[in-house]
């Protein structure tokens, strides 16, 4: 039977914790009633790890489940030892699993204090997180990233409804570029200045990232923040002036509401930076509103995408490949086949990517998502190899992998660990790709295409930069979009077009496939202007891997 703290043993309990919190600025702060074994954590550990409360028993066993399970036996006997009085301290490192599920490594100190009979007594010690970086910008003096993502977490806690609006400029290197990065960081300082009086005492101000912004506000609606935001955006382009200059700053914006408490933080910014993308790539910087609903569904968009990501946490559990195939424009031969993401789980049953995919693409979690897929789909069509050599597998890539450092030695070490031979493989990208370093972006296209890999531009002739990122990259095979061809029987301009992309791709020595043939009528005119390959429901829908292996592989079709 649990013995239950008698109030004086409580009272000491209390007074230790507060002498031992003073002195451990930067750390968890846990102390232990070794006798009744009952402690007392720290609010940080507790909100940041998901613990039951301020006040444990056996907060040991508790705190043992958190532990990540390679270390789990070190750290029981370290405990078991402490308890037993073999030990007089423990300081180890470990994994621990925070309350979004991801593993951060801690370094844990601590030491017993023993009574008069020399019988352990308390143990009290430290955690330090080395998955904590400072919360603060060191140039503009706001919170950065994670201290916006600590105070939705005590929003949620609380379940206290807000506001959130993200405002950012674009192109902003070119300032750099012309007047130097002196001149830049004065500019963010305007900038910065304005947003502040802007919102004084009416919200948080956060720079999540370059010359992004984020307000974190409980007194101002949706539609004050776009009244706001209307406003800052002509002063910002139009009226600030630095040094005499007048640097016409390109800006855009987005907002959500804060008001479901189950999503969490890092979901809701990955909702908000895709409304933002929406501002900039496609609506000129008019505001957008992120919309909590899919269309005739009703289905809560930020719920559903709080599930996927949690199925990327959960090993991408629900994820599943589809295969479209690609065709010779000549004979409808096969040449390869795109390899297209889809997601099912019993509550929401089989999801459009068109739903999720332009959210996610951009999220953090894309990246262990994006290795997953690419493994996958090399593990997937491997066998299709002995029958058809020249199979050529595509694979989208997106921005957010791409801005990895580690990008280059994932696709090396999926290669080496599927066996897949690097020629067949052809890696598909977007003109959102446009905003990596080009420099960059050439030096990763170039390593990669020494090992044999061949670049695709997709959604070619959608977006202005196109025709800039392949005379850069000069991508093997130039993909033209769906909306070129939709009324190419209609329309002789379209056609025309298509050839003129198919004389600009040869060249940089690019072969075109033409996306979206749905109709005879349009493969016989697709075919006279001179593509290489054809992808289209035409041909096929995207095949399970089961039915797309009976149909062009069984089937002996080559």
Excluded at 261 to 288: P, V, W
């Amino acid at each position: 039977m649990q013995k239950i703290i008698d109030s004086k043993r409580q009272n000491t309990l209390d007074e230790l914790y507060r002498a031992f919190e003073t002195v451990s600025e930067g750390s968890y702060v846990y102390l232990c009633d070794m006798k009744y074994d009952y402690s007392k954590w720290s609010a940080e550990a507790i909100q940041y790890f998901g613990l039951p409360g301020e006040y444990m028993y056996h907060a040991g066993d508790i705190w043992e489940q958190h532990v990540h399970p390679d270390d789990q036996a070190s750290y029981h006997n370290s405990i078991a030892d402490l308890f037993s009085g073999r030990d007089k301290g423990h300081d180890m490192q470990y994994r621990a699993r925070d309350r979004m599920g991801r593993y951060v490594v801690c370094t844990c100190r601590g030491t017993v204090l023993w009574d008069e009979n020399g019988t352990p007594d308390y143990f009290v010690g430290s955690i330090h997180n080395h998955g904590l970086v400072n919360s603060m910008d060191s140039l503009t003096g706001l919170q950065n990233q994670f201290g916006l993502f600590e105070h939705l977490n005590v929003l949620y806690s609380k379940q206290q409804k807000a506001n959130i609006m993200m405002i950012g400029v674009g192109h902003f290197s070119m300032i750099n570029e012309m007047w130097g990065y002196d001149f830049g960081n004065i500019v963010i300082h305007k900038l910065v200045q304005r947003l502040k009086e802007q919102f004084r005492n009416e919200g948080v101000l956060y720079r999540v990232s370059g010359v992004k912004f984020v307000l974190l506000t409980s007194t101002l609606s949706l539609e004050e923040l776009e009244q706001r935001y209307e406003f800052l955006r002509i002063e910002l382009s139009e009226k600030l002036e630095v040094d005499g200059y007048h640097p016409n700053l390109q800006v855009y914006g987005s907002a959500l509401e804060v008001k479901m408490f189950q999503i969490n933080s890092q979901t809701m910014f990955s909702c908000l930076e895709y409304a933002y993308n929406l501002s900039k790539d496609r609506g000129n910087g008019a505001f957008h509103i992120f919309k909590d609903e899919i269309d005739e569904s009703r289905t809560s968009l930020l719920t559903l995408i709080n599930s996927i990501r949690k199925s990327i946490e959960n090993g991408c559990s629900g994820f599943r490949l589809y295969y479209q195939p690609i065709v010779k424009a000549q004979d409808g031969a096969l040449q390869g086949a795109e390899a297209l993401l889809r997601w099912e789980s019993p509550e929401y049953g089989l999801v459009p990517p068109g739903q999720f995919i332009p959210i996610i693409e951009n999220d953090p979690a894309f990246v262990q998502l994006g290795e997953w897929i690419l493994q996958k789909a090399m593990t997937d069509t491997k066998p299709f190899l002995q029958t058809h050599p020249d199979f050529e597998l595509n694979v989208n890539v997106s921005y957010e992998q791409l801005r990895q450092d580690s990008f280059v030695a994932m696709v090396k070490r999926t290669l080496e660990t599927t066996g897949y031979p690097a020629r067949n493989l052809c890696l598909e990208i977007t003109e959102r790709c446009r905003l990596i370093d080009m420099r960059r972006l050439t030096a990763i296209v170039s390593e990669l295409r020494a090992l044999g890999i061949c670049f695709a531009m997709d959604d070619f002739g959608t977006g202005y930069s196109s025709m800039d990122i392949l005379s850069r990259l000069k991508c093997e095979i130039v993909k033209v979009d769906k909306v070129f061809v939709d009324n190419i029987t209609q329309n002789e301009e379209d056609a025309q077009l298509i050839r003129v992309i198919n004389d600009m791709a040869e060249i940089y020595d690019s072969r075109v496939c033409a996306e979206g043939v749905e109709s005879v009528e349009q493969y016989e005119l697709i075919k006279k202007c001179g593509v290489s390959t054809i992808q289209g429901y035409y041909f096929s829908r995207p095949l399970p891997l089961d039915a797309f292996y009976a149909e062009y592989i069984a089937a002996g079709i080559s």
